[in-house]
């Protein structure tokens, strides 16, 4: 988990506006990642995945961008709606193998849309 | 959640009491895993399963142990609980999906531990 981490803890945006939500990572064997969103009181749940050969990959209003130079992972949120309101998590393994012995994830962002 | 469910949901107990955590999947998936969250800390993993009777430990697996006797149940029992392992507990399986796999998790057990 501490060589994925997210750099802002609490995100807090209007209602309507774009929310960008940052990762870094530091395993560079790593190439496979994935953002999951975490409802109060629920398990994480699977939003979108990148592998480490894409720079991006678009999803229903969500965006992944992959920076592999800076090791640097970004979730983009489209028109932020009450419902986006969760924790984030970005984890991490490599694609071979299928991530057989689990993820890394890091720390959480907590987004809260303001009305 | 259909396909994975955890049980307890929510428990209590008190240091040196012994505890486990249910795990059940309907879906005969090969891989299943236990993590906890903590506030600040993410999930960790604690150990994982790639089969019946065939288990690993991960990042803090210290305290913890698990068995599966049968592919729909993964275990996770903490033989002497202790404070610091008050926490929220899930357990997931592994999904492949078009592009890659998922770890998809159940609804969590929260413990505490007095």
């Known amino acids: 988990g501490e060589n994925v981490g997210l750099h802002l803890p609490t995100l807090s945006v209007q209602e309507g506006d774009n929310s960008i939500i940052n990762c870094a990572y530091s395993n560079s064997a790593s190439d496979y990642f994935i953002w999951y969103k975490q409802e109060s009181g629920k398990g994480p749940q699977f939003i979108i995945d990148?592998?480490?050969n894409m720079d991006k990959r678009q999803g229903q209003r969500v965006t992944v961008l992959l920076n592999k130079t800076v090791k640097h992972l970004s979730l983009q949120i489209a028109a932020t709606q009450p419902g986006d309101s969760a924790v984030y998590f970005c984890a991490e393994n490599k694609l071979w193998g299928g991530g057989a012995d689990g993820l890394t994830f890091g720390k959480g962002t907590h987004l809260i849309i303001q009305p | 959640d259909a396909g994975i469910t955890q049980s307890p949901r929510h428990k209590v107990t008190e240091t040196g009491t012994p505890v486990t955590l249910r795990c059940h999947q309907t879906?005969?998936?090969?891989?299943m895993y236990w993590y906890r969250q903590d506030p600040g800390h993410g999930l960790r993993l604690i150990h994982y399963s790639y089969g019946v009777k065939d288990t690993d430990k991960g990042e803090v697996s210290d305290g913890y142990s698990v068995s599966r006797s049968k592919t729909e149940d993964f275990l996770l029992t903490l033989e002497s609980a202790t404070s610091s392992q008050t926490s929220v507990y899930f357990c997931?399986?592994?999904?492949?999906?078009?592009?890659?796999?998922?770890?998809?998790f159940g609804p969590g057990t929260r413990l505490t531990v007095t």
């Open positions: 879906e005969n998936h090969r891989y």
């Open positions: 997931a399986i592994r999904r492949t999906r078009d592009r890659g796999y998922e770890q998809y």
């Open positions: 990148i592998r480490s």
